[in-house]
């Protein structure tokens, strides 16, 4: 009887839910924006910062919009002086709430909060910084976008792909441009289209040169008996963009190059995978060399040696017992490594620091910047963001480790010369102790480096094509563990 | 006229019942709690039922069917029918069942034939194995995992840096060994053997041993009482084992995570993204395993005949002898054994907070201490990078003593709210046992115990994330699940020990015309003391450490758990393991509290 009840009770609850399922909206469903364009291309930062479009093709005319969007709109013609001036008015003994994927923003409030009392001394505002786990991010954004007045004023969040469907297509969020930020970058806030870079991270190819194993090549990192340790894609989604990112045309032209410059015996072994391939490159409409894109996803997918997170993958590379493991991690984590009997950061080698390497040298993922669109302080959020943009102290928190490059060209090279980074392995006696933490920088990476860029609406695009195939593929961890 | 007066006795005598009903506080306990429960159990499970048919922007649904809201099937058309079905669903609902059944194998046999030495044999040491025995159970079960990837992990089986026992000593543990099914399932295993052995030991302890004896006399060989008479009598404690176990298993997220084993659990989070309702669909497959070991547990409620007798003491107790060499032998290889599972973690966990960099025991290799270091306590700044990523020493780290008084405070109002709710609901049960309704509230009560922790974590979320109330990183939320997910501990063990009170003493008091709240803090309290403080040290001691049921609820420095997560996944081993040290401490310390002040104790009645 006891079961029965239950059990009624269950469909009850099933058949609240499916007759609920006859309404025709639900609270976040407004229509989508405008449909998105491509991103700029005219210089290397500029591209890298550029992200996907999001505005309207034609600029909304300010005096027709409302809340944010009217504050936005405003906020984009002032300096970072007028902002803060309006953030004392708006902010003083309030709380103000950010939430992002980095725990630095808790680190950069304070900072912020001191500049602002160089304003007014009397200033003060209390913070809270969330940083959730799990993509929670976007659902929190999502839940908090129901309300009228929203908690969270700001967020800096990653992921191009997410941030374009889940928070942009759905006007969740909204991009703010700070006019001196524009200005160091050769544009206006009107002219400019794209998410608010922060900053590019980078995540490069490293391997333990404790043994006699060689990594010339990109391909190096595929071939037979190739386990490199990489964060799992299911668990940190950036990675899966970069797969995604590899089969646009010139990236597969990098691959295809590096593919040309192997040798016969490891042509012969990749050329039966990438003539397999062929077929699904031409029905997802890519490039000539999509195949070879294919081909290296597809062995990468099969044979990453997942990790929950860098910071264990770099305690394992920089081990001496780690002998000829290779990874892709974020380049900043070897900043952390403290040397020892067995761990040593020069047990490790930045591949494409090797004269001899060939290929792309890794990926760069962006940290974006936005307003929430029920924002309950929305001034103070577009100051705190054009503080972080375009001020050396605002950036500070992150720019103090290499592997983060400012998307402000004065900020980055202002960074630059305060933290040295390009001599960050230098010992006090002037000698290059450890050359892998000499960080080369954005300009190098993005050149020579062959740095892959995410691109989010390429990747929005792909993750439902490109996207669906690797999901088809067995992860090397799920074989391992059958 | 004499239909008004029919009326109006018909009236009156509703009235009576409704007074009579009222005056009795169980009748008023059962209705309050059963409506209460009903909603707070069955609402996060309409709402996450509701999400499987929603339609997410950015995910499968929307790409199948072209819309960004509204409400469709395409969720469970996909999951159960894509070329993915396989990948998404069927895989991992094997390796969870698997997991699970395995768990509970490991857990019975390790955590019984334990209890039954401890309780029917002249081993010795017991006092001592019986306090160590619990710990892996106080630990968070993932720090095993940790543990065994540190002690097994080798290069050249799974491609990391060798851990201590290929370092030390050039052993390679197979693959089988190290990650996958195996492991996970032992670490669990592990994890879950205390209770075995509580509830095992619990029957044991108090079993009638003249059938045993009987059976001896008859000359019936040993092998034959053990599979004919002690097994049985002890079935329904393995069932509540099982009962116990296989959810809890079922709903671990971060042993299979950290162990490279795909369930249900692991496939939640990682579809969560792109495949939003799918996932919920899991959760939702999570929980009627749930409904269907609460059917189970009916069985076993049935046979509660069979704990009436079992529990009638004989005043005989029939010890085995183990023989002059066999009680020390086998006291010193449990020695051996419970120093691997719970003294070695702990001394592992101390010793990583000295390491120069997580895992790096240089100084074991080179017998230099100057390789140790005690950075990780006492840097005060977290300005030079001294390798610390950022944080400073754990003495000083703002993030975990925040999330210190945050779990202290969610793991004492949780104790306070359960302990006190489910020690009512046993109460009120035990007094209308024959009553439908009390039944399904003394269920209904059971039911998110036995649905796996993030399942009910996952729905809590959906539930209390939208446009009127978001309670995502409160303590009120988190409370909110933790009550509800730890009432069955109270309301257990209230149940099974107020079944033992003769109604006859609560009447005699009611006859003096004692006022209900006397007869409870006065009589039935005091006389149940021991199970009663149990209902309210067991959900303060999983609260602490508990993480599949807040992953989902809060961010990562909020709790404990939270933050202690972040740190072993971010490969901070330092931080993680001293924060495992004061969740055992604290633990240690209230338990050692309690047992002063109450003479109860987590394994008290058993051992020694």
Not at chain 1, 235 to 240: F, P, Q
Not at chain 2, 35 to 40: E, G, H
Not at chain 2, 91 to 113: D, Q
Request: hydrophobic share 45%; glycine share 8%; proline share 4%.
């Amino acid at each position: 009887m006891k079961k029965r009840i239950l059990s009624v009770l269950l469909t009850a609850a099933m058949s609240v839910s499916l007759m609920a399922g006859c309404g025709s909206n639900n609270a976040g469903g407004e229509a989508p924006a405008s449909a998105p364009t491509s991103g700029g291309t005219e210089s290397a930062q500029e591209e890298s910062t550029s992200g996907a479009a999001t505005e309207s093709a034609a600029p909304a005319q300010a005096e027709n919009l409302t809340g944010v969007d009217a504050i936005i709109a405003e906020a984009e013609g002032m300096t970072l002086d007028e902002l803060a001036a309006k953030a004392i008015e708006e902010s003083n003994s309030q709380t103000f709430y950010g939430i992002g994927n980095s725990s630095r923003g808790k680190t950069a409030l304070p900072l912020f909060i001191s500049y602002l009392q160089t304003i007014d001394p009397n200033y003060n505002m209390e913070f809270e910084w969330q940083q959730p786990k799990n993509n929670k991010i976007f659902e929190q954004l999502t839940a908090d976008s129901l309300k009228d007045s929203g908690t969270f004023s700001m967020t800096l969040i990653q992921d191009g792909n997410q941030i374009q469907t889940k928070m942009i297509d759905t006007e969740i969020l909204k991009t703010f441009i700070p006019k001196d930020w524009a200005d160091a970058n050769g544009t206006t806030p009107d002219a400019y289209e794209g998410f608010l870079p922060l900053q590019t991270l980078n995540k490069v190819f490293m391997f333990n040169n404790t043994g006699d194993a060689k990594f010339t090549n990109c391909w190096d990192f595929v071939y037979d008996g190739q386990h490199p340790l990489y964060m799992d894609i299911d668990s940190e989604l950036v990675g899966k963009n970069f797969l995604y990112m590899l089969t646009e045309d010139k990236y597969a032209d990098m691959l295809k190059e590096a593919y040309d410059a192997l040798d016969d015996e490891k042509k012969a072994y990749f050329d039966p995978i990438v003539a397999e391939l062929q077929t699904d490159a031409s029905d997802f409409g890519l490039g000539e060399n999509g195949a070879y894109a294919l081909a290296w996803i597809k062995l990468w997918v099969e044979n990453y040696n997942a990790q929950t997170d860098d910071g264990p993958i770099c305690n394992t590379l920089v081990d001496a017992s780690a002998t000829d493991q290779s990874a892709l991690i974020v380049y900043s984590k070897l900043r952390s490594v403290e040397e020892s009997a067995t761990v040593s950061v020069n047990n490790v080698t930045v591949a494409a620091y090797q004269d001899d390497y060939v290929g792309i040298g890794g990926y760069g993922y962006n940290h974006y910047l936005f307003l929430t669109k029920n924002s309950p302080l929305p001034w103070t959020a577009c100051a705190f963001i054009a503080y972080l943009t375009c001020t050396e102290d605002g950036f500070s928190a992150w720019g103090k480790d290499m592997g983060g490059y400012s998307s402000n060209p004065e900020v980055a090279t202002a960074t630059e010369t305060t933290y040295q980074h390009q001599k960050g392995g230098y010992n006090d006696a002037g000698e290059d102790e450890f050359p892998a933490k000499d960080d080369r920088g954005y300009d190098w990476w993005t050149t020579e480096g062959e740095l892959v860029l995410e691109d989010p609406q390429y990747c929005a695009d792909a993750a439902f094509g490109v996207g669906s195939w690797i999901e088809t593929l067995t992860k090397y961890a799920d074989a391992a563990a059958e | 006229m004499e239909m008004t007066v029919q009326k109006n006795k018909k009236g009156a005598i509703l009235r009576n019942q409704i007074r009579t009903f009222f005056a009795k506080p169980q009748n008023v306990i059962l209705l309050l709690f059963g409506i209460v429960l009903t909603f707070s159990t069955i609402a996060p499970i309409v709402a996450i039922v509701r999400d499987t048919f929603s339609i997410h922007p950015g995910t499968i649904d929307q790409h199948l069917t072209g819309q960004t809201t509204g409400y469709s099937v395409v969720n469970y058309t996909d999951l159960f029918t894509s070329r993915m079905a396989a990948t998404n669903l069927w895989k991992p609902l094997l390796n969870t069942v698997l997991l699970s059944v395995l768990t509970c194998l490991i857990s019975i046999v390790y955590g019984g034939l334990f209890a039954f030495l401890v309780t029917r044999s002249n081993m010795r040491f017991k006092r001592y194995l019986s306090a160590i025995f619990i710990f892996p159970y106080i630990m968070p079960q993932w720090t095993l995992a940790v543990v065994w990837q540190h002690m097994f992990n080798s290069n050249a089986v799974t491609g990391t840096a060798d851990g201590l026992l290929t370092a030390l000593f050039a052993v390679h543990m197979p693959k089988w060994f190290v990650l996958g099914l195996f492991p996970s399932a032992m670490v669990l295993g592990l994890h879950y053997a205390p209770f075995s052995y509580i509830l095992i030991g619990g029957i044991f302890k108090n079993m009638d041993a003249n059938l045993e004896e009987a059976a001896t006399i008859l000359d019936t060989p040993k092998w034959k009482i053990m599979f004919r008479i002690t097994l049985p009598m002890v079935k329904p404690a393995i069932l509540s084992t099982i009962l116990l176990v296989f959810g809890s298993a079922m709903g671990s997220y971060p042993v299979p995570h950290y162990l490279n084993l795909t369930t249900l659990s692991t496939k939640y989070i990682s579809m969560n993204s792109k495949y939003t309702g799918e996932a919920s669909i899991l959760a939702i497959i999570m929980m009627v395993f749930g409904v269907l070991i609460l059917g189970l547990n009916q069985s076993s409620l049935m046979g509660r005949a069979n704990y009436t007798t079992v529990t009638g003491k004989s005043g005989q107790l029939s010890k085995i002898n183990l023989g002059r060499a066999g009680k020390w032998v086998i006291g010193v290889i449990y020695i051996i054994l419970t120093f691997f599972t719970s003294i070695w973690p702990i001394l592992l966990f101390a010793l990583e907070t000295f390491l120069p960099n997580p895992g790096d025991y240089s100084f074991l290799y080179t017998h230099d201490l100057s390789n140790l270091t005690t950075k990780w306590w006492i840097t005060n700044e977290n300005i030079t990078e001294n390798g610390m990523y950022g944080q400073q020493g754990i003495l000083y780290n703002p993030t975990i003593w925040h999330a210190f008084r945050g779990t202290l405070f969610l793991a004492i109002m949780c104790a306070l709210i359960a302990g006190t709710i489910g020690t009512l609901i046993g109460y009120a049960v035990s007094k209308n046992r024959r009553s439908r309704w009390a039944n399904y509230v003394n269920n209904i009560a059971f039911l998110p115990y036995l649905m796996p922790s993030l399942a009910v974590g996952a729905a809590f979320f959906i539930l209390f994330s939208n446009r009127y109330v978001n309670l995502f990183n409160t303590y009120t939320l988190l409370i909110i699940a933790g009550v509800v997910k730890y009432i069955p501990f109270a309301s257990r063990n209230s149940l099974n020990s107020m079944l033992q009170l003769s109604n006859e003493i609560e009447e005699a008091a009611i006859i003096q015309d004692i006022p209900w709240i006397k007869r409870m803090t006065k009589i039935i309290i005091p006389i149940q003391k021991s199970s009663i403080i149990s209902g309210f040290t067991l959900p303060f001691m999983t609260c602490l450490r508990e993480l599949s049921l807040f992953l989902l609820l809060c961010t990562q420095g909020f709790i404990l758990s939270t933050t202690l997560d972040y740190f072993d996944e971010m490969g901070l081993y330092a931080f993680s393991s001293a924060i495992n040290l004061i969740l055992i401490m604290t633990i240690l310390i209230f338990n050692t509290i309690v047992n002063i002040l109450t003479g109860a104790s987590l394994d008290s009645g058993i051992g020694g």
